[in-house]
């Protein structure tokens, strides 16, 4: 979503959804210099922290199988010469 999209328009998408009533659900994947220049965008530092920090059901990382998307790594096989059976 972001990647070609400025964080200041990121950043409006992600408050104007956040507007109202509107109960939907979205999955942003966003690098850390980009959420900093949206934290740095925004007027208030509490707006940023009402719609990230607070809103965040799971944030995935590369540290543990736990901060996976699935909880385990999984090992893909592509080029099937090179497989175990």
């Known amino acids: 979503m972001a990647r070609r999209i400025s964080p200041k328009h990121t950043c409006g998408l992600i408050v104007h ?3 109202g009533e509107n109960n939907c659900q979205y999955i942003a994947s966003l690098n850390e ?3 900093k220049a949206m934290k740095h965008d ?3 530092p509490s707006h940023f922290d009402r719609l990230f920090t607070s809103n965040t059901v799971l944030e995935l990382t590369d ?3 736990s901060g996976k998307l699935l909880g385990i790594t999984v090992d893909l096989v592509y080029d099937p010469r090179n ?3």
């Open 33 to 35: 210099s980009h959420l």
């Open 42 to 44: 925004m007027e208030d």
């Open 17 to 19: 959804n956040n507007e």
């Open 83 to 85: 497989r175990d059976d």
């Open 63 to 65: 540290d543990s199988d």
